[in-house]
């Protein structure tokens, strides 16, 4: 064993970290080097010194200032708004995780650039892509021109189709009824409003018949509200004018 | 080769901690709950309990002139963070560990506002060599040569040596890797030894 390779170990060595095959090479290296030896006293004699230097008392002060700062950081918090604290108390508890945040915020982020140039390059180059971009499922084809393949229990599409009919058909119902009323009150307006009015049932008839699935449904919708509009209004004017003839006002 | 007489080897020896400041789990978590409710009591109870520790480190890394501030400031930083206290590590670990960033933080502050240096005669000050194997002075000369050494070195050799922590303590506490530590342990007591000169018995 050399010198060097004794006073890379010294300090391990002291410490009682070496096990003891090693330590007694070390020690019979010191029994015949001066040299070492007298490093090896001098690291000894400054590990017994540390180890003994006395604690310390802080000063009595000590204490006090603690509170007064405790206090003043006191009176700090109760001038900041709330929504300062809140966050502040949200940071305090996220703060510890803010690498695994950061390291998951890039993932995603990288995840959604390769998801969205994987979808670009799909649509660019259908053909020559393996996997087929994601495909929405189709509901509501509008009156197929020809019979529906035959159904069979548990075919989704089928059901969706239905469903989707369905839904069509209660939102056209709904605008017919409201029609229905709206045209019971139309002959008591003006014909500045009729015609008004007429145009506007025009325009939603046209939409519906020339729109397919959702967009139709939309249009049904629309009308709807548009048609919930008129016939509270109307209601509030007719209501307007009872309680002005039953007070006598014009 | 001559042989040298087996009790003038030196041997190794263990550390002998401090009496742990730090009470079982269940009562730093008590303790910690009452803090954060803001019971008086408990809160002069927890200073107490690591008022020597936290002022004695900072007063051995920072100096004497600013460990007062500096253990306030770690004081303040405990019971202001207690909510925030995960109980990922120990109470003290925690503590330690805010009493040497504060302290280290403090000496790069003061650092880029004014250079100290060390006089050489200071450092031959330091140096002189013992006029008997018990040396009445070494602990004096101990306390002028830790102030010589860079920050590192210091907070090192107080959290190991002086105060006896473990080195999977001292890494937890400095934030690095256990070898890093003991390598930094040893490189900080080769400067000390250049420091003081001689200070072991001699055979």
Redo the contacts between chains.
């Keep these: 064993m050399t010198c060097d390779d004794v006073r ?1 170990k ?9 096990e003891d095959d090693r ?1 007694s090479a070390i ?1 019979g290296h ?3 080097c001066d040299a070492c ?23 009595n ?3 006090a ?2 509170q007064r ?2 206090a003043a ?1 006191e009176v700090a918090d109760s001038d900041r708004p709330a929504w300062r604290r809140a966050l502040a ?1 949200f940071a ?2 996220w ?2 995780l803010a690498p695994q945040l950061a390291l998951g915020s890039a993932a995603l982020a990288v995840a959604v650039v390769v998801l969205a140039v994987h979808h670009r390059v799909g649509t660019i180059d259908e053909p020559q892509v393996a996997i087929a971009p994601p495909v929405l499922p189709k509901v509501a084809p509008p009156a197929p021109p020809i019979a529906p393949a035959p159904t069979i229990d548990g075919d989704v599409t089928a059901e969706l189709a239905d469903d989707a009919a369905n839904r069509t058909a209660s939102y056209r119902q709904a605008a017919e009824e409201l029609v229905s009323t709206c045209m019971t009150a139309r002959a008591s307006w003006t014909d500045d409003r009729k015609a008004v009015f007429d145009a506007k049932l025009a325009g939603f008839r046209k939409s519906a018949a020339t729109a397919n699935g959702r967009a139709r449904d939309k249009v049904y919708r629309d009308m709807r509200s548009y048609l919930q509009g008129v016939a509270i209004r109307d209601e509030v004017t007719a209501n307007d004018r009872r309680l002005a003839g039953t007070r006598g006002l014009p | ?4 007489a087996i009790d ?9 901690p ?1 009496p742990r400041v730090s009470g079982s789990l269940s009562d730093d978590a008590e303790l910690i709950a009452a803090c954060r409710r803001g019971e008086a009591r408990a809160m ?1 109870m927890l ?1 107490h309990q690591f ?6 480190m900072a ?2 890394i920072v100096g004497p002139n600013d ?2 501030e500096v ?2 400031e770690v ?2 930083r405990v ?3 207690l ?2 206290f ?1 109980g ?1 590590a120990a109470l003290s670990t925690w503590i330690y560990r805010l009493t040497v960033n504060a302290s280290l933080s403090h000496l790069a502050r003061r650092g880029r506002r004014q250079e100290v240096h060390t006089s050489d005669e200071s450092l031959a000050e330091l140096a002189a060599p013992p006029e008997t194997s018990r040396d009445p002075g ?2 004096s000369r ?2 002028a040569a830790l102030q010589a050494l860079p920050p590192g070195y210091r907070a090192i ?1 107080v959290l190991h ?2 105060e ?1 922590l473990s080195h999977e303590e001292c890494a937890t506490i400095l934030e690095c890797r256990v070898g890093t530590c ?1 390598s930094q ?2 490189k900080a ?1 080769a400067r ?2 250049e420091l ?1 000169g ?6």
Excluded: N
């Design positions: 890379a010294l300090t391990a060595y002291l410490d009682g970290e070496l330590g020690r010191l029994r015949g030896r007298h490093m090896a006293a001098d690291e000894a004699a400054l590990r017994d010194g540390l180890r003994s230097l006395p604690p310390l008392d802080p000063p002060a000590l204490w200032g603690i700062r405790l950081e108390r305090a508890r703060r510890p | 080769m001559t042989e040298t003038s080897i030196p041997t190794p020896a263990l550390a002998e401090r002069e200073y008022k020597r520790r936290v002022f004695g007063h051995r460990a007062e253990a306030q004081f303040v019971f202001r963070g909510a925030a995960r990922d070494l602990a101990i306390e050799l040596d002086v006896g003991k342990l040893h007591r000390m030894r003081l001689p200070i072991g018995e001699r055979s």
